[in-house]
Nanobody, 125 residues
Framework: LQLVESGGGLVQPGGSLRLSCAAS????????MGWFRQAPGKAREGVSY????????NYADSVKGRFTISRDNAKNTVYLQMNSLKPEDTAIYYC???????????????????WGQGSQVTVSS
């Protein structure tokens, strides 16, 4: 059972990146999915969430209007489109899968069952 993130890298402020999270060994359509990030010296924080069907999404206030989460269950992949990136978005980004029962707080990282290895995103000029 594995989640693998890709798509991170170095981008200038105002630029865009799209992160992908591919599952192997299990099907993502049984899980709600979240994206989290952790910057050096800071706590892990929830960035975005998408329900099993994709019909419900949530975002941290800091990324609303700039980031978009989506999923393609046929491809067993979840995406995070990040636009208008800022230096404060610099962090390691992780995708995570949450099975039932689902936590009331989507950003509670302890509720997630499987985690990817992380993908570094650096926003700098």
């Amino acid at each position: 059972l594995q989640l693998v993130e890709s798509g991170g890298g170095l981008v200038q402020p105002g630029g865009s990146l799209r992160l992908s999270c591919a599952a192997s060994g299990f099907t993502l359509d049984s899980y709600a999915m979240g994206w989290f990030r952790q910057a050096p010296g800071k706590a892990r924080e929830g960035v975005s969430y998408i329900s099993r069907s994709g019909g419900s999404t949530n975002y941290a206030d800091s990324v609303k209007g700039r980031f978009t989460i989506s999923r393609d269950n046929a491809k067993n992949t979840v995406y995070l489109q990040m636009n208008s990136l800022k230096p404060e978005d610099t962090a390691i980004y992780y995708c995570a899968a949450e099975g039932p029962p689902y936590a009331l707080d989507w950003a509670m990282w302890e509720a997630y069952d499987f985690w990817g290895q992380g993908s570094q995103v650096t926003v700098s000029s």
